[in-house]
């Protein structure tokens, strides 16, 4: 008789820990980002009179929004939210005298169509910098500036093959006198091809220490062509954003003595890369030339007539300003006082008025008065604050980085005025905030 088996009975398996259900707003909040960030440069319409930054400006602010309803309906989780936490968060404390100095331009400016207009999206952009870093980790942010190199590679791609000829499907006229307005790629004109490409270099450069594998392979490529395609843009004022970023990230990445040898590596391979593109060599010398004979109006490409005009505004309205995004119908009143002083203006000029002053922090003089240089002073002095005592991981050198490139693009042309280079520079922004706020915060995404 054989003996009776004995018959452990099995206790259920217990089920694997999985992750929680992500909410469902949640996600279509990030998809929204992903979409402005992927296909929004993209983005043209050659039936529109301005068929590629209107376009662009028009999708973005949508999905801007979009992004920021998904992650405002999960609010309504939250049971109480007090008035110190926020403002102990760096964003809110940027935006809420800034929004609040820029709104009373309604009540003293001459032009309130163009005030009004122009704070829709000053709005919006307040909202998404703050919004952003309040609901999405550090992390997140990250990965989406990650994808930038994406749609970076793409349009610099373009723009490669639209110089060399090798594909141009965007024909345009009354570019003979300057074959560089050729180089559109996607962005409509080489000066927003160059700015564009300034962060996606910069995040490149930073990702090289940190990724293996093919990993390093793409990020190297989408690199090169970025670097390439800023270099082609034949843009000086991202070339000198570019080059002072890279000074930064590379001397806060690396011991001091290999940082520079692979800056003196890279300052002779820019040569090299100067010498070998005959039209950037062309402009250098050109440059050099004018500044050698004092035309420092030429060297800068007239741009000295809108920095004129917005310090004769600064001196005509210093208490309240122009008003929000009226710059634009006060520089004609504003050059013609200036011609009748005899103050000579750019005589190469195409277009009888400039629509920005070329110069982020002369504008925002302009535009906001004295309130407005203050309540940009303490933006600055929140985010020094925040750059200084953010955590010392692999993400500082290029916080600081990104940053300073933003402020020298900002001396020289109009980043945060164009939806292609803004938003990703309010991305970058708000993952730069969002580290200074410590540890993710309880429920942050």
């Known amino acids: ?142 990965r989406f500036l990650a994808g930038l190199l994406i749609p970076g590679a793409l349009l610099a791609l373009l723009g490669i093959l639209q110089f060399h000829g090798v594909f141009r499907p965007l024909q345009f006229t009354g570019i003979d006198y300057d074959a560089r ?12 091809l160059g700015a564009f490409l300034v962060l996606p270099s910069l995040i490149g450069q930073g990702l090289l220490l940190r990724v293996r594998g093919m990993r390093r392979l793409w990020v190297a490529l989408a690199l090169a062509l970025s670097l390439y395609g800023i270099v ?32 003196g590596g890279g300052a002779a391979l820019a040569l090299v890369v100067v010498l070998a593109v005959a039209p950037l060599r062309s402009r250098l010398a050109a440059k050099a030339g004018q500044a050698l004979a004092g035309d420092w109006n030429s060297v800068l490409t007239g741009r000295l007539d809108g920095w004129r005009a917005a310090a004769w505004m600064v001196r005509e309205h210093p208490w309240a300003g122009v008003g929000h995004g009226a710059y634009r119908p006060e520089y004609v009143p504003a050059m013609n006082d200036l011609l009748d002083r005899g103050v000579q203006i750019y005589p190469q000029r195409l277009q009888p008025v400039f629509a920005n002053a070329h110069n982020e922090f002369l504008e925002v003089a302009a535009e906001w008065g004295l309130p407005g240089i203050a309540a940009l002073a303490w933006a600055l002095f929140v985010l020094g604050t925040v750059l200084r005592r953010g955590p010392h991981d692999a993400g500082r050198a290029l916080a600081w980085a990104g940053t300073a490139a933003l402020a020298v693009l900002s001396l020289a042309y109009f980043p945060f005025r164009v939806a292609l280079v803004a938003w990703p520079a309010v991305l970058f922004l708000a993952w730069v905030l969002r580290r200074g706020d410590g540890e993710p915060a309880e429920g942050a995404i």
């Open 1 to 142: 008789m054989k003996p009776a088996r004995n018959k452990l009975s099995r206790a259920p398996r217990s089920a694997t820990p999985t992750r929680a259900a992500e909410p469902f707003p949640l996600w279509l909040g990030r998809l929204a980002i992903w979409l402005l960030l992927l296909v929004v440069p993209l983005l043209f319409t050659p039936a529109a009179k301005e068929g590629f930054r209107l376009v662009k400006s028009m999708a973005s602010g949508w999905l801007v929004l979009a992004s920021l309803t998904f992650f405002a309906w999960e609010v309504r989780k939250v049971e109480s939210i007090r008035w110190a936490d926020l403002w102990a968060r760096p964003a809110v404390r940027i935006v809420l005298p800034i929004l609040a100095v820029a709104t009373l331009g309604l009540a003293t400016s001459a032009h309130p169509l163009h005030v009004r207009e122009g704070l829709f999206d000053l709005w919006i952009g307040a909202a998404a910098l703050a919004g952003w870093s309040l609901a999405l980790t550090a992390e997140r942010l990250e």
């Open 181 to 192: 307005l050729a180089v559109t790629s996607l962005a409509g004109n080489p000066g927003d």
């Open 232 to 263: 082609l843009s034949q843009t000086l004022a991202a070339l000198a954003a570019l080059g002072v970023g890279s000074v930064l990230l590379w001397i806060a990445r690396l011991p001091r003595r290999r940082a520079l040898l692979l800056l």
